[in-house]
Every structure is written in C-alpha cells, then in structure tokens.
C-alpha cells in the first residue's frame, strides 16, 4: 500500500538540495507526485508530495532529516491518508494576470469560495512586464466545479468578475 507523504525544505541555495532529493527519490524508488522549487533571496523553498511503501517512506524520512540537519535545512515531513477526488466534478484550469496589487489575491479567493468552488491548487507568481517594466501577478488555479453547474454561467460570471476587476483570465478543463 502507497503512503503519501506532504514535505517542505527551506534552507541557504545550494544546487545539492533538489539533486539530492531527485536521487534519494530514485534510490527509494518512490514516485513525486508534485514538486515545486524556488530559488530567491539566497535560499531554496522545496514543497512536494511524494508516494512510497511505508517501508520506502520510512528509510527516505531518516535521510531526508540528516541531510536537512547537515545543511541547516528546516524540513517538515507529514504523513497523510489519500483521499480521491469527487467523480462528480470536473477540473478547471484558471490563469489569471493582473497588476501586482495586495488585494487581488484576496479577490479571487473570494470570488472562487462564493461560487461554492473548491480550489485544489493555486499558485501566485510576480513577474515584471518586458516592454513596461510594470509588477504583475500571474495566478494559476485548479478548481473543481460540480457536474450540475452551468458551465456558460460559470464561465460568464468568471468574465465579468475579471473585466471588473482589470483582470486578463482563461479558464478551460484541465489537459
């Protein structure tokens, strides 16, 4: 049986982290789920899942805590019970651009929680813009709409809300 295990590892930039990570993966013979690194401001963010055999699991945890212990790494390692997701909904994938603004992030949570959407996964990424030079925002979403929802009224009040907003959006199953 498959233990799915939730990580994160935070620490000073090295190029070892996510080459140590690949190979203690390979090693164990687990299978990555999701991951997802970022390199800023000196220091490696790592957040992903992981599936395994407990015994696997168990033998990756004791090297993933000495190789964060040697490199002053904080790691957090949470086991957690798989749950499937509902057959009576369907994924969506939402990007979302829009000026780099505090309260966007807010305004698209909510609008997605109203509508009684759940949200899966949600990624907020700020880039500058090449020809002006201004800070915008790119948000990546997967939510999950019910079966029983009108798609096209979905969809319009989504294009509403961005035009509101000032928001460049695209939604459409997930490929």
């Known amino acids: 049986m498959e233990q799915p295990i939730l990580f994160t590892l935070i620490g000073p930039a090295s190029d070892a982290v996510m080459l140590t990570i690949a190979e203690y993966c390979a090693e164990a013979k687990v299978q990555i789920k999701y991951l997802q ?3 800023d401001l000196g220091f490696d963010c790592v957040m992903g899942q992981i599936n395994g055999t ?5 033998k990756l945890e004791q090297k ?5 212990k040697q490199h002053e790494l ?3 390692w949470q086991r957690v019970e798989a749950k499937q997701l509902d057959s009576n909904q369907i994924p ?20 997605f929680t109203d509508s009684g959407l759940v949200i899966i996964d949600f990624v907020i990424t700020e ?3 090449t020809l002006t030079r201004a800070v915008v925002h790119q948000f990546e979403l997967i939510i999950l709409i019910p079966l029983d929802l009108s798609l096209s009224n979905l969809r319009e009040e989504f294009l509403v809300f961005c035009d509101e907003q000032n928001f460049d ?3 459409g ?3």
């Open 74 to 76: 904080i790691l957090d």
């Open 173 to 175: 199953p997930v490929r």
């Open 169 to 171: 959006a695209m939604l």
């Open 92 to 111: 969506y994938t939402v990007y979302i651009t829009a000026a780099a603004k505090p309260d966007n992030f807010k305004k698209i949570w909510q609008h």
């Open 64 to 68: 993933f805590q000495l190789f964060a």
């Open 127 to 129: 880039n500058t813009a």
């Open 54 to 58: 407990w015994n696997a699991m168990a």
């Open 37 to 39: 690194h970022r390199q």
